[in-house]
Nanobody, 129 residues
Framework: QVQLVESGGGSVQAGGSLTLSCAAS????????MAWFRQAPGKEREGVAV????????YYSDSEKGRFTISRDNAKNTVYLQMNSLKPEDTAMYYC??????????????????????WGQGTQVSVSS
């Protein structure tokens, strides 16, 4: 089992920045790969970024590439999402997800985020114009 707790969401004006955190605990094998997703009202959940917890390699969806940065601190079992130049369309509930490293391999090889086993409760990000 893996437990994920997100924090850091809030309200910000367009152009601003936020850093989300996801604290993970539980089986290390089952969180060898971690990701951020988001879901805006009335829209499907979409993948934002993925990170391999061992090697640190990352993958981003095209729309966030260059503005968002995913990173990890293995000593703290925490994954971060640094979000810069925020836009109103970034408004969404942001979720942390975890699974084994196979999800990292899958995401990189297919360009899709796949199906993840473990999810946090989400943290809301609201960007005003």
């Amino acid at each position: 089992q893996v437990q994920l707790v997100e924090s850091g969401g809030g309200s910000v004006q367009a152009g601003g920045s936020l850093t989300l955190s996801c604290a993970a605990s539980g089986d290390t094998y089952s969180r060898g790969c971690m990701a951020w997703f988001r879901q805006a009202p009335g829209k499907e959940r979409e993948g934002v970024a993925v990170i391999h917890m061992g090697g640190g390699s990352t993958y981003y969806s095209d729309s966030e590439k260059g503005r968002f940065t995913i990173s990890r601190d293995n000593a703290k079992n925490t994954v971060y999402l640094q979000m810069n130049s925020l836009k109103p369309e970034d408004t969404a509930m942001y979720y942390c997800a975890a699974d084994s490293v196979r999800l990292c391999v899958f995401t990189v090889s297919t360009g899709t985020f796949g199906t993840w086993n473990y999810w946090g409760q989400g943290t809301q990000v609201s960007v005003s114009s």
